[in-house]
């Protein structure tokens, strides 16, 4: 299957597999394996803040920039600020029309 036929699927398929951690539900035991794999890891980096923890130091100074209000990446189009490379590369899309996942 494509990836875009799976993650559609992730919209329409019934949720079978619960986190016995915290209840949340997915449609193959793959994800639900994967997504526990998350709760087991280690994550010995705390945000003095919120408390949240991570298990690498990237995602945490990611995370941080939500206490700081910083929007570091700027559109060129519209000179709009967003926190995440990520959402940048989305928000572009808005410019050009690209989509990327039909």
């Known amino acids: 299957e494509s ?7 992730t919209h329409t398929e019934e949720k079978l597999y619960q986190c016995s951690i ?15 794999i998350v709760y ?3 994550k010995p980096y ?5 408390d949240k923890t991570f298990t ?16 570091p990446y700027q559109c060129s189009q519209c000179d709009k600020g967003l926190s995440q490379n990520s ?14 996942y039909q």
């Open 3 to 9: 990836h875009l036929v799976k993650h559609e699927l």
């Open 22 to 36: 915290c209840d949340k539900t997915f449609s193959e035991n793959c994800l639900l394996i994967k997504h526990e």
């Open 40 to 42: 087991l890891k280690e």
């Open 46 to 50: 705390k945000c003095s803040p919120c």
């Open 56 to 71: 690498c130091k990237s995602s945490l100074g990611t995370h941080q920039i939500v206490h700081t209000g910083e929007k």
């Open 87 to 100: 959402h940048l590369i989305s928000h572009q899309r808005t410019h050009t029309g690209e989509k990327p």
